[in-house]
T-cell receptor, first 114, second 111 residues
Framework: DSGVTQTPKHLITATGQRVTLRCSPR?????VYWYQQSLDQGLQFLIQ???????AKGNILERFSAQQFPDLHSELNLSSLELGDSALYFC?????????????FGAGTRLSVL | GQNIDQPTEMTATEGAIVQINCTYQ??????LFWYQQHAGEAPTFLSY????GLEEKGRFSSFLSRSKGYSYLLLKELQMKDSASYLC????????????FGRGTSLIVHP
C-alpha cells in the first residue's frame, strides 16, 4: 500500500458526460500528479499541483481540469467524455520538488466511456 | 525533449537472471527511476539512480551510465510474481521535476 488513495476504483459512464476522480496523497506529501495510461500509450503526465497551486502541465486536454484543495487532496474533472478517454487514471504524490524526490502511485481509477 | 527506449517484451525462466535495458536521450539529467507495474495495478517504485554505478536492493539491482545514456534493471532468482511491466523513467534538468516514462518492458516469467 503506497498510502495514496484514489476513488472510485471503477467508473463506467457514457459519452458526453462529466466525471470527477479523487485523490488523497500520502501524509506529508505536498505534490500531487495526475497520469493517464491507455493500452496504446505509456504513462502520460497530465498535470501537477504543489501545495495548492498548479505547477506543471503535460498533455492535458482542455476538457480536463484539476485542482488541489487546502487539505491537499486533489480532484481531476473530465468533461464531454469521448470513447478515447477510456483509460486508467493514476494519481501520484511526493514530498516536495527536489532532485531525488520519489513519486508514489495510487491504485488508479479505471474509466470506461461507453 | 526526451526519448526513452526499452524493449517491448522479454521472457525468462523461473530462477534465472534477466537484464532489462533502458536507453535515453535528454537535455540534462536529474535521475532515472525504475518502477514495476502489474497489469491493471499501480506502478511501484523499485529504484532511483542519479550517479553512475550499481545500486543493489535485494534481488533487484539497477545500473546507470550517464555518459552512455544507459541504464539496466537486473532481476535475480526470478519468481513467477516478477511477471510484470517494468517502467524506466528519466527526470531531466531545466526546472521541471516531472519524470518522463518509457513505454515499459513486459516481462513474462515461465516455469
Amino acid at each position: 500500500d503506497s498510502g495514496v488513495t484514489q476513488t472510485p476504483k471503477h467508473l463506467i459512464t457514457a459519452t458526453g458526460q462529466r466525471v470527477t476522480l479523487r485523490c488523497s496523497p500520502r501524509s506529508g506529501d505536498l505534490s500531487v500528479y495526475w497520469y493517464q495510461q491507455s493500452l496504446d500509450q505509456g504513462l502520460q503526465f497530465l498535470i501537477q499541483y504543489y501545495n495548492g497551486e498548479e505547477r506543471a502541465k503535460g498533455n492535458i486536454l482542455e476538457r480536463f481540469s484539476a485542482q488541489q484543495f487546502p487539505d491537499l487532496h486533489s480532484e481531476l474533472n473530465l468533461s464531454s467524455l469521448e470513447l478515447g478517454d477510456s483509460a486508467l487514471y493514476f494519481c501520484a504524490s511526493s514530498v516536495e520538488e527536489r532532485i531525488g524526490d520519489i513519486q508514489y502511485f495510487g491504485a488508479g481509477t479505471r474509466l470506461s466511456v461507453l | 525533449g526526451q526519448n526513452i527506449d526499452q524493449p517491448t517484451e522479454m521472457t525468462a525462466t523461473e530462477g534465472a537472471i534477466v537484464q532489462i535495458n533502458c536507453t535515453y536521450q535528454t537535455s540534462g539529467f536529474n535521475g532515472l527511476f525504475w518502477y514495476q507495474q502489474h497489469a491493471g495495478e499501480a506502478p511501484t517504485f523499485l529504484s532511483y539512480n542519479v550517479l553512475d554505478g550499481l545500486e543493489e536492493k535485494g534481488r533487484f539491482s539497477s545500473f546507470l551510465s550517464r555518459s552512455k545514456g544507459y541504464s539496466y534493471l537486473l532481476l535475480k532468482e526470478l519468481q513467477m510474481k516478477d511477471s510484470a511491466s517494468y517502467l524506466c523513467a528519466v527526470r531531466s534538468s531545466g526546472g521541471s521535476y516531472i519524470p518522463t516514462f518509457g513505454r515499459g518492458t513486459s516481462l513474462i516469467v515461465h516455469p
